[in-house]
C-alpha cells in the first residue's frame, strides 16, 4: 500500500513539475488579489482585516487547487488508476499532493500578503504551523468532496454545496487561532487548535474509508 501511496504521490509531484499550469495559475491569481488589496487600502488595512482577508484568499486558491483532483482527470485516466492501485491509496496520494499544493501556496501568500500589506507577524512560526495545519484541513474536507462531485452534472454547484458545511467551521476556527499568532497575543486557543486538528483527522480518516464506495461508482 505503502509503495503505491509513494507511487502515486511521485507522480502527481512529477506531473504538476512539468506542466505547473495550476501552480503557477493559483499564484498569479494570489498575487493579483494581493495587490488589489494592498492598492485598495493604500496601507491603512489593520491586523484583524488583514488576517481576515488572508484566510478568504486561501479558501478560494484551496478551492481551485483541490477541483482539478477528480474534475480535471478523463475517463481513461481514471479507468487506469482503477486497475493500477487501491482506491485507498489513490485517496491518501490526493491528500497529499493537495495538503502539499495548499502549503506551498499559502506560505508564498502569507509572504506577498505581509510584504505588500505592510503587517509584521509577531509569531512567524507559529503562524506557519497553523497554514500547515490549515492546508491539510482543507486538504481532507475538500478532495473527497471533489470526488464525490465529480460524478455529478453540475460539478461546480455541487462542489459548492458540499463542502461548505464543513468549511466555514474550520475557516473561523483558522481566523480566530491565527489572530494570535498575528497580533502576538498570549491566548494560544489551545482548545480550538486541538478541535482542528482532530477534525482534520477525522475527516482525513472518513474520505480514507468512504472514498472506495465513491470510486467503485
Known amino acids: 500500500m505503502w509503495h503505491e501511496i509513494t507511487t502515486l504521490l511521485y507522480k502527481e509531484l512529477l506531473l504538476e513539475w512539468k506542466q505547473k499550469y495550476a501552480f503557477n495559475g493559483l499564484l498569479l491569481y494570489v498575487l493579483s488579489m494581493v495587490v488589489v488589496i494592498a492598492l485598495a487600502m493604500a496601507g491603512s488595512l489593520n491586523p484583524l482585516s488583514w488576517n481576515i482577508l488572508?484566510?478568504?484568499?486561501?479558501?478560494?486558491?484551496?478551492?481551485?487547487?483541490?477541483?482539478?483532483?477528480?474534475?480535471?482527470?478523463?475517463?481513461?485516466?481514471?479507468?487506469?488508476?482503477?486497475?493500477?492501485?487501491?482506491?485507498?491509496?489513490?485517496?491518501?496520494?490526493?491528500l497529499i499532493y493537495n495538503w502539499i499544493l495548499l502549503?506551498?501556496?499559502?506560505?508564498?501568500?502569507?509572504?506577498?500578503?505581509?510584504?505588500?500589506?505592510?503587517?509584521?507577524?509577531?509569531k512567524p512560526a507559529v503562524m506557519l504551523a497553523l497554514i500547515l495545519l490549515g492546508s491539510?484541513?482543507?486538504?481532507?474536507?475538500?478532495?473527497l468532496v471533489t470526488a464525490i462531485s465529480a460524478q455529478a452534472e453540475n460539478?461546480?454547484?455541487?462542489?459548492?454545496?458540499?463542502?461548505?458545511?464543513?468549511?466555514?467551521?474550520?475557516?473561523?476556527?483558522?481566523?480566530?487561532?491565527?489572530?494570535?499568532?498575528?497580533?502576538?497575543?498570549?491566548?494560544?486557543?489551545?482548545?480550538?487548535l486541538w478541535m482542528l486538528m482532530g477534525m482534520t483527522v477525522v475527516l482525513a480518516v472518513l474520505s480514507t474509508i468512504l472514498f472506495p464506495f465513491v470510486w467503485r461508482e
Not at 501568500?109 to 507577524?121: K, P, Q, R, S, V
Request: hydrophobic share 55%.
Open 54 to 94: 488572508y484566510w478568504i484568499i486561501i479558501l478560494f486558491v484551496a478551492i481551485n487547487a483541490v477541483a482539478k483532483s477528480f474534475m480535471s482527470e478523463k475517463i481513461g485516466h481514471l479507468r487506469y488508476l482503477y486497475a493500477l492501485a487501491s482506491p485507498s491509496s489513490i485517496m491518501i496520494a490526493k
Open 103 to 122: 502549503f506551498l501556496i499559502s506560505g508564498l501568500t502569507l509572504f506577498f500578503h505581509a510584504f505588500l500589506g505592510g503587517i509584521d507577524i509577531a
Open 136 to 143: 491539510g484541513s482543507l486538504s481532507a474536507n475538500l478532495t
Open 155 to 192: 460539478r461546480t454547484t455541487l462542489l459548492a454545496v458540499l463542502s461548505f458545511p464543513l468549511v466555514i467551521p474550520i475557516l473561523l476556527m483558522l481566523i480566530r487561532i491565527s489572530r494570535s499568532a498575528i497580533e502576538g497575543l498570549a491566548s494560544t486557543n489551545n482548545d480550538r
